[in-house]
């Protein structure tokens, strides 16, 4: 059984860091990309970053590049997400997803999922 289990999230000032985590079971790592979603009030899911366990390369949103960092540990299988410089507009539940297909940020395209981690950036 796929099992994903997100956390780290918080309530944090603007220009803060979080460091959100993605526990993953139940799948070959290696054949396996690891991507952070976020849904923000009122908006629909989006790609935020994306990471392919087999050689560890990373994509990332336009909204998030140079702040966000995604990064594996291939022998804990686990997948980071560093955020730093938060803005508010950062503010979303942000879900970690796999799948065995390439870095999407289409979110129909994967289909195992975590229950979600709320990040909170006050102004």
């Known amino acids: 059984e796929v099992q994903l289990q997100a956390s780290g999230g918080g309530l944090v000032q603007a220009g803060g860091s979080l460091r959100l985590s993605c526990k993953a079971s139940?799948?070959?790592?290696?054949?396996?990309?690891i991507a952070w979603f976020r849904q923000a009030p009122g908006k629909e899911r989006e790609g935020v970053s994306c990471?392919?366990?087999?050689?560890?390369?990373?994509y990332y949103a336009d909204s998030v590049k140079g702040r966000f960092t995604i990064s594996s540990d291939n022998a804990k299988n686990m997948v980071y997400l560093q955020m730093n410089s938060l803005k508010p507009e950062d503010t979303a539940v942000y879900y970690c997803?796999?799948?065995?297909?390439?870095?999407?940020?289409?979110?129909?395209?994967?289909?195992?999922w975590g229950q979600g981690t709320l990040v909170t950036v006050s102004s």
């Open positions: 997803a796999a799948d065995t297909l390439a870095c999407s940020a289409v979110e129909e395209l994967f289909d195992h």
């Open positions: 990471i392919r366990n087999r050689d560890g390369t990373p």
């Open positions: 139940g799948f070959t790592w290696e054949d396996s990309v």
